[in-house]
Nanobody, 121 residues
């Protein structure tokens, strides 16, 4: 089985920084995609940042403030969040698109348990 374990959420004041980490473990052949989604109360889950083959993408609302990176050797993805705003308050979820074997298709149905980020004074 595959597990994604997140860490690093918490409470921070506006303008502050947090770093989220997500480690994938289990039966993994390759992980073409890793990313972070977030869901605020009453809103749909949205993609915040993703990384595929070293190419990164970001939601417009976080460009210039958030940075996503990967450590392929450790199957880990990081999200460095700077200049945080109250609008960034949400539960953040790690997502992976991975293959469990050489002949398997890529499945994007792997999620972490979620970590709360609260930006408030």
């Amino acid at each position: 089985q595959v597990q994604l374990v997140e860490s690093g959420g918490g409470l921070v004041q506006p303008g502050g920084s947090l770093r989220l980490s997500c480690a994938a473990s289990g039966r993994i052949f390759s992980i073409p995609f890793m990313g972070w989604y977030r869901q605020a109360p009453g809103k749909q889950r949205e993609l915040v940042a993703g990384i595929t083959g070293g190419v990164t993408s970001y939601a417009d609302s976080v460009k210039g403030r958030f940075t996503i990176s990967r450590d392929n050797a450790k199957n880990t993805v990081l999200l460095q969040m700077n200049s945080l705003e109250p609008e960034d308050t949400a539960v953040y979820y790690c997502n992976a698109g991975l293959k469990t074997s050489a002949w398997a298709i890529v499945s994007y149905n792997y999620w972490g348990q979620g970590t709360q980020v609260t930006v408030s004074s």
